[in-house]
C-alpha cells in the first residue's frame, strides 16, 4: 500500500484524493496525551479509508522514520521528526498542499503550525485538541491566537472546556466536549486470563495508583497517599500501597515513605507491560489518585473496568469520570484525612466496594467505551469535512 502512495504521488495522481493531516505532539510513548493521540489517529485513519480519503500524520518528538503502530485492530502509519519543529511545520505545509480538508492538532502546542498550514490550504478545516493542565493558565500569545481561529476545539471534559473558554477568551460555541475513551486493548484485558503479577505486588489489602513520579506531576496526590498511609495501619495492619509509574520524583517520594515510617507498607513498581498493568488493578481492592490536576483521567477507567471503587480529586475532569458516593470518592486535594476516612470506608464495607465497582464497571462500558469515542469523533469529522 506504501509503494502504491509512492507511486501515486510520483506519477502526480496523488491529488486527486483528499487528505486529513494529523498533527501530534508523540505517539510511541507513555501517557495520556499519547494515548489520546494515538486513538484520534486510529479513528482518523479509518474515518478516511470509509471515504476514500487519505491520511498523513507527524509526530513532533518520535524518531525520524515510518512508525506502524495499531489501536486494538484499527492500524496507521506515521512519521516522526525528531524533535524538529521546522521539519515538522515545513512537512505539514507541503502536506497541505495536496487537497488538504482538514488537519487536527492534537494539542495546543501545534495549533500554530495548523494555522501556517492555511496559506497553502486556505480552505483547509482546523481541529485543535485539548487535555488539562496546560489550558487551565494563559497560553502565549502565538498560540493563543492560533487557537482561537481553529475552527473547533475539543476538550475531555466540561472542566476543561470551561478553562479553555475563560483562559483563553475563546467562544464557548467553538469548543466540544469529547471524552476520551478506555483502551481497546484493555478492554479485551477484562474478559482475557490475566498476566502474572510483578514480583513486588504484596499479598493482603492493596492500594494502587498509576502514574508518572515527576517534580511537576506532583499534583497528582501520591504524597497524600503516603501520608493517610499511618492512620490507617493503626487498623489494617496488613494494609500496602502501591504505585506504579516512573520518573525521576521517585527519590522524593521514597523519603516521604521513610519519614512516615510506612517502608514495610509502599511498594515501587515500574515498567509494567498491559497485560501486568491490568494484572495489579485486577488484585487490588482499591484505586486511588486524588489529583487536583486531571484533565480526564485515564487511569480512573481502567480500574473502573476491573470494578474497582476508584477515588479521585474533586478537581479538573475527575468528577465528570467518578460518581462521587455511586462508583467511589472525590476527596479534595491534599486532604490526607478525608482521603483516609474514604478509604476506610471501603475497607470495612466489602460489599458497598463491590458495588460501587461494578457500578463503574457499567459506566465504562456504557459511556466510555473506545466505541462510542470512535463513534463522536466520527461524527466530528463528518461535520467538519462535510458529507
Given at each position: 500500500?506504501?509503494?502504491?502512495?509512492?507511486?501515486?504521488?510520483?506519477?502526480?495522481?496523488?491529488?486527486?484524493?483528499?487528505?486529513?493531516?494529523?498533527?501530534?505532539?508523540?505517539?510511541?510513548?507513555?501517557?495520556?496525551?499519547?494515548?489520546?493521540?494515538?486513538?484520534?489517529?486510529?479513528?482518523?485513519?479509518?474515518?478516511?479509508?470509509?471515504?476514500?480519503?487519505?491520511?498523513?500524520?507527524?509526530?513532533?518528538?518520535?524518531?525520524?522514520?515510518?512508525?506502524?503502530?495499531?489501536?486494538?485492530?484499527?492500524?496507521?502509519?506515521?512519521?516522526?521528526?525528531?524533535?524538529?519543529?521546522?521539519?515538522?511545520?515545513?512537512?505539514?505545509?507541503?502536506?497541505?498542499?495536496?487537497?488538504?480538508?482538514?488537519?487536527?492538532?492534537?494539542?495546543?502546542?501545534?495549533?500554530?503550525?495548523?494555522?501556517a498550514m492555511h496559506v497553502a490550504a486556505p480552505r483547509m478545516k482546523t481541529i485543535v485538541c485539548t487535555h488539562g493542565v496546560e489550558v487551565w493558565e494563559p497560553l502565549?500569545?502565538?498560540?493563543?491566537?492560533?487557537?482561537?481561529?481553529?475552527?473547533?476545539?475539543?476538550?475531555?471534559?466540561?472542566?476543561?472546556?470551561?478553562?479553555?473558554?475563560?483562559?483563553?477568551?475563546?467562544?464557548?460555541?467553538?469548543?466540544?466536549?469529547?471524552?476520551?475513551?478506555?483502551?481497546?486493548?484493555?478492554?479485551?484485558?477484562?474478559?482475557?486470563?490475566?498476566?502474572?503479577?510483578?514480583?513486588?505486588?504484596?499479598?493482603?489489602?492493596?492500594?494502587?495508583?498509576?502514574?508518572?513520579?515527576?517534580?511537576?506531576?506532583?499534583?497528582?496526590?501520591?504524597?497524600?497517599?503516603?501520608?493517610?498511609?499511618?492512620?490507617?495501619?493503626?487498623?489494617?495492619?496488613?494494609?500496602?500501597?502501591?504505585?506504579?509509574?516512573?520518573?525521576?520524583?521517585?527519590?522524593?517520594?521514597?523519603?516521604?515513605?521513610?519519614?512516615?515510617?510506612?517502608?514495610?507498607?509502599?511498594?515501587?513498581?515500574?515498567?509494567?507491560?498491559?497485560?501486568?498493568?491490568?494484572?495489579?488493578?485486577?488484585?487490588?481492592?482499591?484505586?486511588?489518585?486524588?489529583?487536583?490536576?486531571?484533565?480526564?483521567?485515564?487511569?480512573?477507567?481502567?480500574?473502573?473496568?476491573?470494578?474497582?471503587?476508584?477515588?479521585?480529586?474533586?478537581?479538573?475532569?475527575?468528577?465528570?469520570?467518578?460518581?462521587?458516593?455511586?462508583?467511589?470518592?472525590?476527596?479534595?486535594?491534599?486532604?490526607?484525612?478525608?482521603?483516609?476516612?474514604?478509604?476506610?470506608?471501603?475497607?470495612?464495607?466489602?460489599?458497598?466496594?463491590?458495588?460501587?465497582?461494578?457500578?463503574?464497571?457499567?459506566?465504562?462500558?456504557?459511556?466510555?467505551?473506545?466505541?462510542?469515542?470512535?463513534?463522536?469523533?466520527?461524527?466530528?469529522?463528518?461535520?467538519?469535512?462535510?458529507?
Open positions: 500500500m506504501l509503494a502504491a502512495s509512492f507511486l501515486a504521488f510520483r506519477d502526480g495522481t496523488w491529488q486527486t484524493q483528499r487528505v486529513l493531516i494529523g498533527l501530534f505532539p508523540e505517539l510511541d510513548a507513555a501517557g495520556g496525551v499519547q494515548r489520546a493521540g494515538r486513538h484520534i489517529a486510529a479513528v482518523m485513519k479509518e474515518f478516511a479509508d470509509s471515504r476514500g480519503m487519505d491520511c498523513r500524520f507527524l509526530s513532533l518528538n518520535d524518531s525520524r522514520e515510518l512508525h506502524r503502530m495499531s489501536v486494538g485492530e484499527r492500524h496507521f502509519v506515521f512519521t516522526g521528526c525528531e524533535r524538529g519543529k521546522a521539519r515538522l511545520a515545513a512537512t505539514a505545509v507541503r502536506a497541505a498542499r495536496r487537497k488538504a480538508k482538514l488537519v487536527l492538532a492534537a494539542h495546543p502546542n501545534l495549533a500554530p503550525v495548523a494555522q502565549s500569545l502565538v498560540r493563543r491566537r492560533a487557537l482561537r481561529k481553529a475552527d473547533l476545539i475539543l476538550a475531555p471534559s466540561h472542566s476543561t472546556a470551561e478553562h479553555v473558554a475563560a483562559r483563553q477568551n475563546i467562544a464557548a460555541a467553538k469548543i466540544r466536549v469529547l471524552p476520551w475513551a478506555l483502551d481497546p486493548q484493555f478492554e479485551a484485558l477484562v474478559s482475557q486470563p490475566l498476566a502474572p503479577l510483578p514480583s513486588k505486588f504484596p499479598h493482603g489489602q492493596v492500594i494502587f495508583t498509576v502514574g508518572r513520579w515527576l517534580a511537576t506531576e506532583r499534583y497528582k496526590g501520591m504524597d497524600t497517599l503516603i501520608t493517610a498511609l499511618p492512620r490507617l495501619l493503626t487498623r489494617w495492619p496488613e494494609l500496602h500501597l502501591v504505585l506504579a509509574g516512573e520518573g525521576d520524583d521517585r527519590a522524593w517520594l521514597e523519603e516521604l515513605v521513610e519519614k512516615n515510617g510506612v517502608s514495610l507498607h509502599v511498594h515501587f513498581v515500574s515498567k509494567l507491560s498491559y497485560p501486568e498493568l491490568a494484572a495489579c488493578y485486577a488484585a487490588c481492592d482499591i484505586f486511588a489518585l486524588p489529583s487536583r490536576g486531571e484533565g480526564f483521567g485515564f487511569v480512573y477507567l481502567e480500574a473502573m473496568a476491573f470494578a474497582k471503587p476508584v477515588i479521585g480529586g474533586t478537581h479538573g475532569g475527575a468528577p465528570e469520570v467518578i460518581q462521587d458516593g455511586v462508583t467511589g470518592y472525590l476527596v479534595q486535594h491534599g486532604d490526607a484525612t478525608q482521603l483516609a476516612t474514604c478509604i476506610e470506608t471501603l475497607l470495612c464495607d466489602g460489599d458497598l466496594a463491590r458495588k460501587m465497582g461494578q457500578r463503574g464497571c457499567e459506566r465504562v462500558e456504557n459511556e466510555f467505551s473506545f466505541s462510542v469515542f470512535a463513534k463522536s469523533l466520527k461524527k466530528i469529522l463528518r461535520e467538519q469535512c462535510g458529507s
